[in-house]
């Protein structure tokens, strides 16, 4: 659901888009104390991808 709301075409005001990214730094953060999981690795890869993308994006401009 974040990565949609991030990545689709509907305009998100500063304070949705800082709300999102703060969901995904608690979800990065949970799933760091979760390091013996290949799955919790796999997807801190997956939020860290989506982090890039979004400020490589225009939204930061």
């Known amino acids: ?15 949705q888009l800082f709300s999102q990214l703060r969901n995904l730094g ?7 104390r979760m390091q013996d999981s290949p799955t919790a ?3 801190v890869g997956e ?3 989506l982090l890039e993308t979004m400020f490589a994006s225009s939204r930061f401009a």
């Open 47 to 49: 939020v860290d991808k």
């Open 1 to 15: 659901m974040i990565r949609e709301t991030l990545t689709g075409s509907q305009v998100l005001s500063d304070m």
């Open 41 to 43: 690795q796999r997807m």
């Open 26 to 32: 608690d979800i990065k953060a949970a799933l760091l």
